[in-house]
């Protein structure tokens, strides 16, 4: 089992940006498939962004390609979303999550493993 603890809290104006990042303990980070998973005030988990083991495979929900980047640094166990040309309809609590299936996950339940949640706001 991964253990996951997320930073970058914020507040931005529409059109600003934000990096959110996710530190993994252990040693088998680079086992896992990761994504990132948005859920907003009265709305069901949203599957944002995954990658794969190596970061070879990247996947984007459609409101956000362009806009957001997803990477990760296995030496530091780190994964990370740059989130760029941010609306208000981003404003929602994000999570870092990982799977050990082989291909990345696509829907927010496929993951097993998530962090503790970290609030994005982001004012018109």
């Known amino acids: 089992q991964v253990q996951l603890v997320e930073s970058g809290v914020g507040l931005v104006q529409a059109g600003g940006s934000l990096r959110l990042s996710c530190v993994a303990s252990g040693r088998t980070f680079s086992t896992y498939s990761m994504g990132w998973i948005r859920q907003a005030p009265g709305k069901e988990r949203e599957f944002v962004a995954g990658i794969s083991r190596f970061g070879s495979n990247i996947y984007y929900t459609d409101s956000v390609k362009g806009r957001f980047t997803i990477s990760r640094d296995n030496a530091k166990n780190t994964l990370y979303l740059q989130m760029d040309s941010l609306r208000p309809e981003d404003t929602a609590v994000y999570y870092c999550?990982?799977?050990?299936?082989?291909?990345?996950?696509?829907?927010?339940?496929?993951?097993?493993?998530w962090g503790q949640g970290t609030q994005v706001t982001v004012s018109s």
């Open positions: 999550a990982a799977s050990q299936t082989l291909r990345v996950p696509q829907t927010a339940g496929a993951y097993a493993y």
